[in-house]
């Protein structure tokens, strides 16, 4: 492990030398859709976004990219209904939503107006989900529940260009497919959430994540 570390640590910098390397910025949305084990208990696919900036942006000249991505996506709404009333009182719940950061490494050893691609990204994930109910009364009641994971995974897509010259100030549009993965980690399992008695009841589930996300975004580099 430590040599692992060590011989990332060296190629990092060996690319921050070389200042004739380009920067880059891209946003995309995402679609995550659940797989393996996570999928058992929650198959609705999350929705967000991604914003990524790379210090070293790909080329043929200086095929190995390096950057930072950061992405948020949620799993959808859960309504929730008072068993005395019958009434649905549980609105606004953005339940299951993750946050991640990720350090990412990008190659493509070709240049041109369409660039194939594949990476591989390492960093974590912050897992929560926040319900709130208004009581008949009026009073809010609250649901909190967070977990951490360690999260990795691989890539790959490709860029085409949209606007501008090969090179400085161009912009790509950008297709891409990432596998994600993530350590144990506890997730509330919206299936069991029940409000009664001005109170909720729910269980939390220990599961690896994993999700397949579709993205497309627009990269542009900077002069």
């Not at 999260?151 to 090179?167: D, M, N, P, Q, T």
């Amino acid at each position: 492990m430590k040599k692992y570390f060590t011989i990332t640590l060296l190629t990092i910098f060996i690319q921050l030398t070389d200042l004739s390397a380009q920067p880059s910025a891209s946003l995309y949305f995402t679609t995550a859709f659940p797989i393996n084990e996570y999928r058992l208990f929650d198959d609705e696919p999350g929705y967000g976004g991604n914003l990524e900036l790379l210090l070293l942006t790909p080329s043929k000249q200086h095929p190995l990219g390096i950057g930072l991505s950061f992405s948020f996506f949620s799993q959808g709404l859960f309504w929730a209904t008072d068993y005395y009333t019958g009434e649905t009182i549980l609105s606004d719940n953005m339940a299951n939503n993750f946050s991640n950061l990720h350090l990412v490494f990008q190659l493509a050893p070709t240049g041109g107006t369409v660039r194939p691609y594949i990476e591989s990204f390492f960093g974590g994930s912050y897992i929560y989900s926040h319900s709130q109910v208004f009581t008949l009364d009026y009073l809010p009641v609250s649901l909190f529940v967070d977990d951490w994971a360690w999260s990795f995974g691989v890539g790959g897509g490709f860029k085409f260009l949209i606007g501008g010259e090969e090179g400085n100030g161009s912009v790509f549009l950008d297709l891409k497919g990432r596998y994600l993965m993530t350590s144990e980690v506890g997730v509330l399992d919206r299936n069991s959430i029940r409000f009664a008695n001005n109170d909720f009841f729910y269980a939390v589930n220990e599961s690896k994540i994993n999700f397949i996300a579709a993205q497309i975004g627009v990269l542009i580099y900077f002069n």
